[in-house]
């Protein structure tokens, strides 16, 4: 299996403290005011490059609930045969489509159970009522899981082990100005401003068994798959 996580927008309207991404995040106006991805660019990009039998897509922001055309964008993915996941907090519509769930983070601070969700994820955070919602989850038959909690993390080269059996062969990462990049970590880093959709320039996957091949990123992924 090859993943693409897809940062569809570097905004989003919750401001998590522990957000792994915050640090990138913009307010919307700022995003659209920069040259951004778009679903013709992303589309044609990925009609040229990437088996939908072979990659499994992954719709992140930011939140994509605030990306202009993400009403159109996951038909579009579902009628090209792509399936994957997108990974919401749950407080904005978006399309139901059995191709592509929402999995939904309830958010730490957050009482009720969001609104929109395939599938919930809680994050084992000792600052949140977590295990109340892991069993509310559970009374109401509500499809969840738990995901570690990782800010202990930050700063630190290497990724902690999460799982061996890793089930993902090569990685993409595309950010929300279109760049294509081998990981989100190093997104802005690696590649220059050329190296994106844009320029219908090929992907160069990061091959797990040349790195860490526990990326939590990738971890988390795999527990929806």
């Known amino acids: 299996m090859n993943v693409?996580?897809?940062?569809?927008?570097s905004a989003c309207n919750y401001s998590c403290w522990y957000?792994?991404?915050?640090?990138?995040?913009m307010p919307i106006e700022e995003w659209q005011s920069k040259r951004h991805l778009n679903n013709a660019a992303?589309?044609?990009?990925?009609?040229?490059?990437?088996d939908p039998n072979e990659w499994f897509i992954e719709l992140t922001g930011g939140e994509p609930g605030l990306y202009p055309e993400i009403d159109t964008l996951v038909p579009a993915l579902a009628d090209r045969g792509y399936n994957g996941m997108i990974k919401t907090n749950g407080s904005l519509p978006l399309p139901v489509n059995s191709h592509?769930?929402?999995i939904t983070a309830w958010h730490q601070g957050v009482e009720k159970i969001p609104p929109y969700y395939d599938s919930i994820v809680i994050i084992e955070n000792s600052r949140?009522?977590?295990?109340?919602?892991?069993?509310?989850?559970k009374e109401h038959d509500v499809p969840y899981k738990t995901v570690l909690f990782d800010r202990q993390y930050e700063g630190q080269k290497s990724c902690p082990a999460y799982d061996s059996d890793n089930k993902t062969e090569q990685y993409l990462h595309i950010n929300s100005r279109g760049q294509i990049t081998p990981c989100p970590r190093v997104a802005v880093e690696v590649r220059g401003?050329?190296?994106t959709v844009f320029n219908m320039l090929p992907p160069v996957p990061l091959k797990l068994s040349d790195s860490c091949p526990r990326c939590k990123n990738i971890h988390d992924v795999e527990l929806f798959i």
């Open 42 to 50: 992303l589309l044609q990009w990925l009609d040229k490059y990437l």
């Open 100 to 102: 592509f769930p929402r």
């Open 193 to 195: 401003e050329c190296y």
């Open 19 to 25: 957000c792994p991404v915050k640090k990138w995040l």
């Open 4 to 9: 693409l996580t897809v940062s569809l927008i």
């Open 128 to 137: 949140d009522c977590w295990e109340e919602k892991a069993a509310y989850c």
